[in-house]
């Protein structure tokens, strides 16, 4: 059975900084691209960053480019999400999610077949 578990989450202050892990099983994480996602409350989930299968790009959101780094271990079936300089508007709900190699657009959050329960991220000024 496919399970995604995040963890890392928690409550910082503007400026510091968040690990995100997200750990698969049931699956062999080289045939899955994977990618993080966020919701706030009120706010539709938008895509925060992706690397595909064979890790040759990674791909983010313009709010966080220079700040956000992923990463992916493929042998451990781990995938990072690491977060500096954070800002309160950063506060969401963070999901791991996996798509096939390949398909579909890396912030299109209907083309991933797999997610994760989430994990809260809080950012205080």
């Known amino acids: 059975q496919v399970h995604l578990v995040e963890s890392g989450g928690g409550s910082v202050q503007a400026g510091g900084s968040l690990r995100l892990s997200c750990v698969a099983t049931?699956?062999?994480?080289?045939?899955?691209?994977m990618g993080w996602f966020r919701q706030a409350p009120g706010k539709v989930r938008e895509g925060v960053s992706a690397?595909?299968?064979?890790?040759?790009?990674?791909y983010y959101h313009n709010s966080v480019k220079g700040r956000f780094t992923i990463s992916r271990d493929d042998a451990e079936n781990t995938v990072w999400l690491q977060m500096d300089s954070l800002k309160p508007e950063d506060t969401a709900t963070y999901y791991c999610?996996?798509?096939?190699?390949?398909?579909?657009?890396?912030?299109?959050?209907?083309?991933?077949?797999?997610w994760g329960q989430g994990t809260q991220v809080t950012v205080s000024s």
């Open positions: 999610a996996a798509r096939e190699c390949g398909r579909g657009r890396w912030d299109g959050a209907s083309d991933y077949n797999y």
């Open positions: 049931g699956f062999d994480l080289a045939t899955k691209s």
């Open positions: 690397i595909p299968c064979g890790g040759y790009a990674k």
